[in-house]
């Protein structure tokens, strides 16, 4: 059966395929698609949005030495969160396959950086495997257990926004129905004492030289001899933009399997073909090592490091061919991304945009959209959990320099639990004078309604413990925990101001779900301006509420777009807005 | 067919762009097209600009193009015609909706949205401004501009060798298919 499918949804049926029975995630753009789709099998994949990307692995290693084919899944960045696991478990091995999805975002559509991850996998001596389509990215996961189980590794499944989000035929297989491996007790291949770790890291490096050795025989590297005076060698998505391009007027050699490299397979194409020029996205990873063999090539010189490739991009490199481009003679505004109408982040971040001599550390979710103007709420963004943990770095620092600005460090609900916690227990243990705020609004919102631990419900749609935010808080130690409706404004600017002046730890929790979770009942209430009563003086479009405008002299709301937040309403001096519809 | 067909979808986020894609695509590949789709997710969500490309021809190798190299831009939002336009070949057509929606520097007054938009693409490029949202309200429900457009972009690459009624009856849940299916046929006549 043939069926168009996105990388993601190949990857959730290249796990099914597998075999696979555990798999572990936490959501982030462009990976959240894999675990959803893995949903799509739930009567043979256990499958669960772990609080963090660190947990996820985890969670995904102890099902693979219980003997199950297990996957973590995460977006680049995640990576770095569950490094410390990854790196050791490369050194102990798998008993049941092991394949740890890394999705990048090269140009960062919905990310904080461009980092390369193929890295990860020469940093911690796993086996690298890259699919260049939808078709390949099932079929390569099925071979990616293969090897992880014959090499006794983790193997990095890496994979791109173009991957993950591009949709293409996928000719769909059978599951293979590979069974749980029995788990024998074995302290010395699965306790990680230094004892153990010196004597694996000598197995690690013989692992390594047998794997290189593999690739360059492996189905996954495949060579295509065409006119041999330009000869590319290619991974990815680099293949598709690279054939686009050059069609069969070049020679390729695509590898699948990019870690280690297949230095034989690619000195003998290299001596093949006029010139050898290496299409990578991002950084030189594979021409580096190449170069370092001492094959002659052509990489970064040309193609640059920096965003993602397209045809263009490679034609204007390699060719130095350019399109012809036409354009309008129109001066365009910008449209950036904005809290959504009846967002409920948006009271807080107007109420703290008002409050003088403060300073508010972000985090990783819709909320830093509140850095934006008009409500410029926010001062910094860096990880998950830094909303919380670099606030204390802040205060201290300003309890040392002497300055009296307060800070506030600013969490979600999944982020909270992904490592804002850790970060809530330091400001308590070491006498922060600074208030945590979780902006509680039910779901994880960004990456587009996640379950979280605060939910109530899992991945798999079964009921879970709700994990309540606020008694968490309390039992760490914070005397006042004070909970808020973000868009009563009175009410979170009296939270504000007591938090100020509180010589006790003081949380805050703003509570209010997202606009946009599915099944709850739209508002009838909508707001509208009194015409006749509005003064012009434009306060209202100081909330950033994309309903708001201003048009012709005076403020109007779209009622299409209106959720009755009333949050326009109380910034009103006049009493201009007005609810309808009650 | 030889020659890769290239698509641009643009748009606000929330009006429908990713549905039409899915039909799209979903008729090209029973063509017996060879199709490639690419979006983009994540932020550009929350109200941005959006984009989706669509791929089809006997092989595809890339599922996304670089400037000047689309057949068709199909625009839901009159500004982003304008913002997407440098990615059409220079003999590409615009079918563009006379819709405005203000982004949030124009709605709090920091910028003005752009006058004469239609007027300038149609001096460089083969240009249909429709109404799309009078059709949608003349057919029963404004939330069916989408298929509306997705009529006239079907119309102006004569895509008529897919049956485009049942495809929207496999992709729309029962009670949408009627109004849709008028929707559609609504483009067609645009």
Redesign the interface.
Known sequence: M?K?MSGNEAIARGAYEAGVTIAAAYPG??S?EILEHMVDYKDVIYSEWAPNEKVAAEVAIGGSIAGSRSLAAMKHVGVNVAADPIFTYAYLGVNGGFVLVSADDPSM??SQNEQDNRYYAKFAKMAMIEPS?SQEAKDFLVEAYNISEQFDIPVLFRVT??IC?????VELGERQEVGHKPYIKNINKYVATPANAKRLHVVVEERLKALEKFANTSALNKVEYNDTKIGILTAS?SY??A??VFGDKASYLKLGFTYPLPMDLIREFASKVDTLYVIEELEPFMEEQIKAAGIKCIGKELIPNIYEL????VAKAMLNET??????????????????PGCPHRGFFYAISKKKNTVVAGDIG?YT?GA???LEGIDTCICMGAGISAAMGMAKSFEVSGRDTKVFGVVGDSTFFHSGITGAIDIVYNKGKMVPVVLDNRITG???HQENPGTGKTLMGEDAVEIDIVEVLKSIGYKKVAVVDPCDLKAMNAVIDESMVSTEPYAIVTKRPCILIKGLEPSKVKCQVKTDKCKKC?MC??V?C?A???KDGASYIDKSMCVGCEVCMQVCKFDAIEKVGE | MKETKNILLVGVGGQGIILVSKILTAGLVKAGYDVKMSEVHGMAQRGGSVSTQVRYGEKVYSPIIGRGQADILVSFEKMEAARWVEYLKPDGKVVVNNYEIPSLPIAIGKAEYPQGVIEALDKVFKTTAIDAGKAAIEVGNIRTQNIVLLGALVKALGLNEVDWVEIIKENLPQKMVDINVKAFQKGMEL
Not at chain 1, 165 to 169: D, Q
Not at chain 1, 333 to 338: F, Y
């Open positions: 043939k168009l753009t462009p959240t559509h919905s389509d926004t173009r989000h591009s949709k293409s035929i998505v598709q933009y054939k686009e397209n045809p263009d991009i399109t012809e481009v036409k354009s309008v003679d129109v001066e365009i505004a910008a449209r950036p991304p904005v809290l959504c819709c959209l934006m103007p008009p960004m990456t587009g434009k479009l100081k950033g994309p708001v405008f201003f």
